[in-house]
């Protein structure tokens, strides 16, 4: 079967599924309560009539069915509507945010998946070695350290102590130019994203490492890397080459799922580092039922992970030959 | 001077359970040019005396002891590197199953060309007419087009084929095949067994068939090497051992199945032991039909009983007595 047919179906396929899970969120979020009650519960001053006119206008009041239509009409021409909270248009804070989310995130998936690659291929050949059981705690520690906690610790140590890197935010740190010496916007940048993409790394690298040693072992026990090695092929290729493409597949499928729920992303993270990305403020427009942008925000990150997901099948039917795409 | 000599090799796997001692003093000897059977039941340590001649044994094995002359220089002193250059070059390994020792993610020809890259440093052009021309003489059709074929679209016996095409690659002196038609339907069995008859004549090369099937020994092989538990329990041509066996050899000769029908063993009654703790005196003793009180406390020699014929049995000499 044609590869373009191929995907051309799967893009089909994902019109009911983005279809029913946008359905889904609309009903869960209006299950949830009201958002104008919420919004105005602190302000005694409001009225009841006031409430009204603003569920009237932000047209609250219409059946569910046809809000969701409405809804749906104004998703297939690319507007998501706007915010309940302060009225800017959700496409425009998503386009703000985004980028923020996906650099800190796409950085610490990928350095992961690199670091993870010789961690994991030397721990599962030094199987039961120190350095073996080294990696193994550090994989252990990354998966169960919490995210906020190691943050926090790093905040402490590097910004509050040291005052080496910035604790918060993506950008502008004045207090840092003297360091450099000069008045530069790449290094600012980098500065910011050191403290979060460390703790990211980490976290994800433990799973990788442990994904990666699992399916290394399981490789290494195959009479063919033993028929590789009784053909005089080198050590190295053996592993790196022959091995290595049997046991990665796990982790491939870990990355696509990784970079497909990439925006959803790292609320806790990014609330830690106060970064400007989706993830902060999915978590807020969560709890303020912002139903605007909370299905502009969800809908962002379906679409991602349905096309990640095709990417990693083609991935793997591209590296293992067994699997065919139909 | 034969092209194999192995003395007192001992291959332990140093398990969480214990010590396996999976070859435990062997002493063998391979002649140039002749087909030489390795017997016994699953567990005796074939495979794994095929593996420390390449040295490949895989962790947590370890050879500790003994001497593996090949063309008289002993390759257990080698560097790494050095053996690097025996394997697959000089001496290959054809492995049991092809559908588990040819890697499902990449062509014949990459990884066969490989093999002749690494050992010779051509062009990946030459390399693939090396794999066509090896693909030809164990009478793969198609070789052209099956170099950029995968693994899975072979049949078994294609599959078996072309592992015995990528052991033969290079020429080597000596050609371990370790059971290489177990896994395969009997008519492909007789196909393969032809074809490596044909081969080892042909290419005058040394064989050693791994098998615990001696209807095959008795069609392939000159000289035979019997081991139980690790242990060589005698060493002979064939006609010495088919007429005067050791009391293993002559249970295993009763197992050997008609000729129509699969080549299964039919076991010998009792369990191969444990080799972690091995029997004590005669590994074979708990399962011998003329094991006497000596049997259980001393390890008999392996003694050169004339002819060239090597025997590890305290009665040997006295049951011939009784066998005319
Ligand atoms: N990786 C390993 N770890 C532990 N023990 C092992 C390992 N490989 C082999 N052994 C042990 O070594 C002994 C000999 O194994 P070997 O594979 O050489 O037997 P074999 O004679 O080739 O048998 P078969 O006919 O089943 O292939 C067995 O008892 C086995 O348990
Ligand atoms: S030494 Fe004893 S137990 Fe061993 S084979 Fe000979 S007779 Fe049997
Ligand atoms: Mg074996």
């Known amino acids: 079967m044609g590869l373009a047919k191929y995907i051309i179906r799967r893009a089909i396929y994902m019109v009911p599924l983005i279809i029913g899970i946008s359905l889904v969120s609309f009903l869960v979020m209006y299950a949830a309560g009201d958002p104008i009650q919420l919004a105005t519960a602190g302000n005694p001053s409001i009225t009841e009539a006031q409430r009204q006119f603003l569920r009237e206008y932000y047209g609250l009041n219409d059946p569910i069915p046809v809000q969701y239509l409405r809804w749906l009409d104004h998703f297939v021409h690319g507007d998501f509507g706007k915010s309940l909270y302060g009225g800017r248009p959700v496409n425009e804070i998503i386009s703000s945010l985004v980028w923020e989310t996906a650099k800190l995130q796409l950085i610490s998936i990928l350095l992961a998946f690199f670091i993870s690659i010789p961690a994991g291929v030397y ?75 460390t703790v990211l790394t980490f976290a994800n690298l433990a799973y990788n490492v442990r994904l ?18 009784a053909s005089g092929i080198p050590e190295r290729k053996v592993l790196y080459k022959y091995a290595l493409k049997n046991a990665i597949t796990p982790l491939l499928t870990l990355l696509g799922l990784s970079i497909g729920a990439m925006l959803a992303g790292a609320p806790v993270t990014e609330t830690v580092f106060s970064w400007p990305g989706l993830g902060r403020a999915y978590v807020t427009a969560s709890l303020r039922l912002d139903f605007p942008l909370i299905m502009g925000i969800t809908m962002i990150i379906t679409i991602m992970i349905l096309i990640a997901n095709l990417i990693t099948d083609l991935v793997y039917a591209w590296v293992d030959p067994r699997v065919t795409i139909d | 001077m034969n092209l194999l000599e192995i003395e007192n090799l001992k291959t332990y796997f140093f398990t969480e359970a214990g010590v396996v001692k999976a070859v435990d003093d062997v002493t063998l000897s391979v002649e140039r040019g002749c087909t030489v059977g390795l017997v016994g039941e699953s567990g005796s340590g074939k495979s794994v005396t095929a593996q420390s001649v390449l040295r490949i044994v895989p962790r947590p094995g370890k050879i500790i002891g003994g001497k593996i002359l090949f063309n008289g220089e002993d390759l257990l002193l080698k560097k790494e590197e050095e053996m690097r250059k025996y394997r697959g070059k000089k001496i290959s390994l054809i492995f049991q199953d092809p559908t588990s020792s040819l890697n499902p993610l990449f062509t014949i020809g990459s990884q066969l060309a490989d ?100 209807g095959i020994v008795a069609e392939m092989c000159k000289y035979v090497v019997v081991l139980y538990a690790g242990n060589v329990m005698e060493s002979g041509s064939i006609e010495e051992i088919f007429e005067r066996p ?47 009180d000596l049997c259980k406390e001393k390890k008999p020699p392996l ?17 011939q007595g009784g066998r005319s």
């Not at chain 1, 990666?212 to 090695?229: C, F, H, N, P, S």
């Not at chain 2, 393969?192 to 001696?214: C, F, N, S, Y």
């Not at chain 2, 009983?305 to 009665?315: K, L, P, W, Y």
């Open chain 1, 123 to 197: 721990s599962a050949v030094k199987q039961r070695s120190a350095a073996d059981y080294t990696v193994s705690s550090v994989a252990i520690f990354g998966i169960s350290v919490p995210v906020f906690w190691f943050g926090i610790v790093l905040i402490l140590v590097f910004s509050y102590h040291l005052g080496w890197l910035p604790s918060a935010g993506a950008h502008g740190a004045p207090y840092l130019w003297p360091v450099f010496g000069i008045k530069n916007e790449f290094l600012d940048e980098l500065a910011h994203l050191v403290l979060p993409v």
């Open chain 2, 303 to 319: 003694e050169d009983v004339g002819n060239s014929h090597f025997i590890s049995c305290h009665r040997w000499r006295e049951l």
């Open chain 2, 246 to 292: 050791h009391p293993y050899t002559e249970a295993l000769l009763k197992a050997v199945p008609r000729l129509d029908e699969t080549r299964k063993l039919i076991s010998i009654p009792g369990n191969i032991p444990n080799l972690i703790d091995p029997p004590s005196g005669c590994r074979f003793h708990p399962r011998c039909q003329y094991a006497i």
């Open chain 1, 212 to 229: 990666l040693r699992a399916g290394m072992l399981e490789v290494l026990r195959q009479d063919y890397i033993l028929a590789a090695r």
């Open chain 2, 115 to 214: 093999i002749v890259i690494e050992h010779e440093k051509v062009k990946k052009e030459e390399a693939l007419d090396r794999v066509i021309k090896a693909l030809r003489i164990v009478k793969l059709p198609d070789p052209e087009h099956a170099i950029y074929q995968y693994p899975h679209q072979f049949s078994g016996g294609m599959k078996q084929r072309i592992c015995i095409a990528r052991a033969l690659l290079l020429n080597p002196e000596l050609l371990f095949a370790d059971e290489p038609t177990t896994n395969l339907d009997v008519t492909i069995q007789a196909q393969i067994i032809a074809l490596l008859k044909d081969l080892q004549r042909e290419l005058g090369m040394t064989l050693v068939m791994i098998t615990h099937d001696m």
